[in-house]
């Protein structure tokens, strides 16, 4: 290939980039640009990108209709320990999946296929029930028990994956300067693996942070109730939302996601070759 045919590639794929990249920001720039609007320029037929008049009305209104503090309390509890339990259980069984060739990683495999191919409408119903039989309905711990199952199969698929993409003679040289398997897991798979668990638990986060059916169905109280919940009572009864509030809200529900990414996506290279240097 020519410098000018990889030139133009290249140039191709920034331009790919950008436009994707343009793609995803408009909805969140337009949700801002709402949540700053106040009423009249919301009903106006000639809207605009910047409010001529910004306010933060809607944000004061938002928080006196709807109880958003003890939402996102409710979520975040949700999100952060559905997280933790199901990292704490996939690095481990990622780790033999991906070292360990056989008809029980075949069986594992096939597994977290086939689990991300049942929509949530087929499962609710017997979920409910099981819940129901161990009086977890309108609880949050049934909640993040949900939570943590659901993203139990993409989290093994992620992490194995990392696991094999790690070369495996630096465990073999780790076990010829006479390291156990333990002490070879700990200090030099562990710092290499890294990445790749606080990437998942990043997606195990935000995939229950913004869940909204099995809250919808499972939770019951309104005290209980998670924060993609709580937004639906911005809906009037004829289905008329009130866009102002709503805006202001939904643009609130999204900070944590994007902050919680901001600051980790700075470190989640930090310990790609940790675990390569020899102490």
């Not at 481990?92 to 075949?106: D, E, F, H, T």
Request: with cysteine; net charge positive; aromatic share 10%.
């Amino acid at each position: 290939m020519s410098p000018r045919t990889s030139g133009s590639a290249r140039a191709g794929q920034y331009l790919a980039l950008l436009c994707y990249l343009v793609f995803l920001a408009l909805p969140f720039l337009w949700l801002l640009s709402t949540a700053f609007k106040p009423a009249r320029e919301l009903g106006s037929l000639h809207p605009t990108w910047i409010p001529r008049d910004p306010t933060l009305g809607n944000f004061r209104q938002a928080f006196e209709e709807q109880p958003l503090l003890r939402a996102a309390g409710n979520s975040l509890t949700a999100a952060l320990a559905a997280a933790l339990i199901a990292v704490v259980i996939a690095t481990p069984l990622a780790y033999v999946m991906a070292r360990r060739r056989g008809r029980l990683a075949a069986a594992a495999t096939g597994w977290v296929v086939i689990s991300q191919a049942f929509p949530f409408v087929l499962v609710i119903i017997p979920l409910f029930l099981v819940l129901k039989n161990l009086r977890l309905i309108n609880s949050l711990t049934g909640l993040v028990m949900v939570y943590a199952v659901w993203a139990l199969p993409f989290a093994l698929w992620m992490l194995s994956g990392y696991v094999r993409a790690l070369p495996v003679e630096l465990e073999e040289a780790a076990a010829v300067d006479g390291a156990g398997r333990l002490r070879t897991l700990v200090s030099v798979t562990g710092p290499l693996l890294a990445p790749g668990i606080v990437a998942t638990a990043l997606f195990a986060f935000i995939t229950a942070w913004n869940e909204f059916f099995f809250a919808l169905v499972l939770l019951k109280s309104p005290e209980k109730q998670t924060l993609p919940v709580v937004l639906t009572h911005f809906l009037g009864a004829e289905g008329v939302a009130d866009l102002g509030p709503l805006a202001a809200a939904a643009f609130l529900a999204t900070l944590p996601s994007l902050v919680l990414f901001a600051v980790i996506q700075r470190r989640i290279t930090g310990g790609m070759l940790a675990g390569a240097v020899k102490s």
